[in-house]
C-alpha cells in the first residue's frame, strides 16, 4: 500500500514521533519538535553513524563547534556572497517560489520539458530565469497564472545579534552548515589529536537556511540538523578517496541503517552544475512518498575552504606531511547527511500498513532493531506478574530503551508494540519465568523464542539491539 505524506504526518503526532512546533499557539510554520520516540529515533541513527565512522575507525574524530561564529567565516567559505536561491513572486497571488525547484519538478513530470538557456539549477544567471518566464514556460504552482515579478537572488542565511556594547548590536549569522567549524579548526585538530593525513573529522548539529519554499514535513526546514564529514587527504589521492567514500556511505544507508536498496540511489552531479571549487559531486537520494529527495551530498571540495580561510584569516592551515617531508593544503572528501531527513526516510521506510477492514488494519514500523527507538517490551501476561517484570525490567533497561506495559490484554499490548516499532516483546509468565526463562516474540514474524534470562542481554544484541 503506497504511504501518503498526510498519513505519515498523523501518525508521527499520534505515536509521538513528531509533532508541529508550538502547536498550542497556532504553530509556527515549517517548525517541528521531535518527540519521544522521534528524538530517540534520531539520536539512534546518529550515533550509529558516529560508531560507524568514528568509533570503529582509526582515522576519523569528532568536533562539536558553535552554531554562531565569527562573521569573516562566512564571508570566507562565501556564504555571504553567494548562498542564495533564485527567488520569484507570483504577481497573481503573491507566493513566492524558487525558480529552480519549480523547473526540476516540471522536468520530473515530462523529461522533455524546456529548460531556460544556461541551465545550471539553482546557479542558472537570472536573466535566463527572466527571458524564460517571459516566454510563458511555468505556471504558478498556486494559482496556475503565468505572470511572474522579476527573478532575484534571496540569501538563505539566518541572523541574529550579539549584544557586544550597551549601544549596538553585532549581526551574527545562524550557521547554514556544520562543515565550516571543521575548517576552522583543522590545525587545531591536527595538532592536538596528532592524526596524519588522511584523516577525517565528524560533526554532528542544527543548521539554519531562510529556505524560501521549506516543504515535505521534516523533509525540508529551517532549522534542521547535519551530520557531516570533513575528509582530509592528499592532493592526487581524492579521486580515490572519493571512490572509498562512496561506497561506504551507501553501505552506511542500507547495511547498517537497513533502508531499503531499491530506494536508495546514488545521482552524479553533472560537471556543468557543479560549484566551482568542487571537482566532483553527487547525491544520495531516497525514494519518499512524495519522490526522490536528497539525503546526502558527496562532495570533492579541493582544498577550496582551506585556501579560502588561510587568505581571509592570515593563519597558516598548511599541513606538514611527515611520510614524505612534503607541505600541501590537503584536498577534502565531504559525505554530508541530513540527519532529519534521514530520520525521515527512516519513518518512511519502515510505515508498513497491514490491510484489513477499517477496525483490523493495522501499522507495524518495522525499524531495524539498531535503529527502533525502543528496543524490548516487557508485559507481564497478568498484573500479579508485574514484580518479575519490573525485575526484568531493571536488568533489561541498563543495556537497552525498553517499553513497559501491563494495560490490556497481552495482544493487545503486542499490537501497540509493533505500531511503535518495538523489535522484541517479553511476556512474563511465572511458569517459566521461575524456571529463569521468559518467551520472547518477534514482532517480524511473530515467532516465539523461549530465551534463557541469564542470556537475555547477549540474545537481543545478536539480535542488532
Ligand atoms: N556542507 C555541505 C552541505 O551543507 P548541502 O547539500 O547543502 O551540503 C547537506 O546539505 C545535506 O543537508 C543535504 O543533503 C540534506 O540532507 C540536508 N539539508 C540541506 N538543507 C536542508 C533543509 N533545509 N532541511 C533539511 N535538511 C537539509
Redesign the pocket.
Known sequence: MSLEMSTLVTYAKTKGFVYQGSEIYGGLANSWDYGPLGAQLKENIKNLWIKEFVQKRKDMVLLDASIMMNPNVWVASGHVGSFSDPLMECKECHTRHRADKLVEEALERDPNFPVPANWAWDKTPLEDLNSYNTAGHLACPNCGAKNWGEVKRFNLMLSTSQWVTEDGTSLVYLR????QGIFVNFSNIARSSRKKIPFGVAQCGK?F?N?IT?KNF?????E?E?I?IEYFCKPGTDAETFETWLVDEGKFFTDVLGLKSDKVRFIEIPAEGLPHYSKRAG?FEYLFPFGWG????L?NRTDYDLGAHMKHSGADLSYFDPYDNTKYLPYVI?P???L??LTLAALCDSYDEIPGEEWTSKVVMRFAPQVAPIKVGIFPLVKKFSESANELYGILSKEFMCEYDEAGTIWKRYQRADEIGIPFSICIEPENYDQGQVTVRDRDTGEQEIVVIVELIEWLKTKGC
Open positions: 547554514p552548515e556544520t562543515a543548521a537556511r529556505e521549506p521534516i523533509f525540508r526546514t529551517r534542521f547535519q557531516e547525491d536528497e539525503i546526502s551530498t562532495a565531504e554530508s547527511i541530513g532529519s531527513r
